[in-house]
């Protein structure tokens, strides 16, 4: 299987006489996974700007200085559009107003993407049976498997007490 990518695409697009930056990103992802996407997953969000609208969750690549004003800025407003299974797949295309709304849409582009990985990585799970064993208890297994080593001979019941006569 090849390594999930995210393909985009920018470009200055003629829109009613104007030039307008436009961006797209597409998912190329196995075939396999992707019928099984299509088939029951279609309408999952990977990107969903109102889960955002506070700020990003630690762990998540922070913006350039230059960038980080206008991705607040695009992610508080209505034109911030929400990135699903179906529309990444599909190719989704935005229009921007200039440069930097392209940037931030690339932005959050690349976030669905990280989250598409993220289902993709369940869906490859489907159909398997898992173990999940905390560090925790894989410590505690190991305790016990070294205190059963060490512990002394079990003494034969019945036998507490009584002395040898011989």
Same mark, same amino acid.
């Given at each position: 299987?090849?390594? =999930? ?13 104007? @030039?307008?930056p436009?961006?797209?990103v597409? %998912? ?16 999952? @969000? ?8 506070? *700020? ?6 922070? =913006? ?33 107003? @200039? ?55 079990a003494?034969a =019941? *019945?036998?507490?007490?009584? %002395? @040898?006569?011989?």
């Amino acid at each position: 299987m090849d390594a =999930p990518k995210l393909l985009i695409r920018k470009g200055m697009v003629l829109i009613q006489g104007r @030039n307008r930056p436009c961006i797209q990103v597409l %998912a190329i992802i196995d075939p396999t996974l992707k019928a099984l996407l299509e088939e029951h997953f279609m309408n999952e @969000n990977l990107f969903k700007r109102s889960s955002y609208a506070t *700020g990003f969750p630690a762990g998540v690549p922070t =913006p350039t200085p230059s960038l980080a004003p206008h991705l607040n800025n695009f992610i508080k407003s209505d034109a911030c559009p929400e990135i699903t299974v179906r529309t990444i797949l599909a190719g989704q295309l935005y229009q921007a107003q @200039n440069v930097w709304e392209m940037k931030a849409f690339e932005y959050i582009a690349q976030r669905g993407f990280e989250a598409l990985v993220d289902v993709l990585a369940t869906v490859a799970e489907l159909g398997r049976e898992m173990t999940y064993i905390t560090p925790e208890a894989k410590r505690l297994a190991d305790v016990a498997e070294a205190a059963a080593a060490t512990a002394p001979a079990a003494i034969a =019941p *019945g036998s507490e007490g009584v %002395a @040898n006569a011989a």
